[in-house]
């Protein structure tokens, strides 16, 4: 239910909104994951959405997810080298940094992709 979700998120945004290490916009059926290394974060983007019929011998379809903005917090006194798209092998460039966030937008999300923050 949409509007108890979005309710929820103004009451839990001012707690959580300094210890968030990504941002990515809700959509159903995209679920972010960040892992990290001293040198390296990477943010995941799984999209499960597509065709759930469950029948026996039906080839499930996925559908893309366009234009996915995501939003990575780069640790403290640390830089960022590069900035990639692993899937697609391609670079994305820092689109925006503002304190302390780099911005890069995701062209298409099919099944998986993951943003690739190389730190200096």
């Known amino acids: 239910m949409k509007p108890l979700r979005e309710f929820f998120v103004t009451l839990i945004n001012p707690v959580l909104a300094p210890h968030r290490t990504y941002e990515a916009p809700y959509c159903s059926g995209v679920l972010p994951h960040l892992t ?6 990477l943010l995941h983007l799984l999209a ?3 065709n759930k019929t469950k029948k026996l011998r ?6 893309p997810v366009e234009n996915v903005s995501v939003r ?27 304190l302390g966030w780099v911005e890069v937008t ?3 999300v099919l099944i998986h992709e993951a943003v690739r923050v190389d730190l200096a």
């Open 36 to 41: 990290a290394t001293r040198d390296t974060i």
């Open 48 to 50: 499960d959405t597509g």
């Open 58 to 63: 039906i080839r499930e379809e996925f559908l």
């Open 72 to 98: 990575i917090r780069v640790p403290e006194g640390r830089k960022v080298k590069d900035v990639s798209l692993l899937r697609t092998d391609s670079g994305v460039g820092i689109r925006t940094r503002l």
């Open 106 to 108: 995701v062209p298409r």
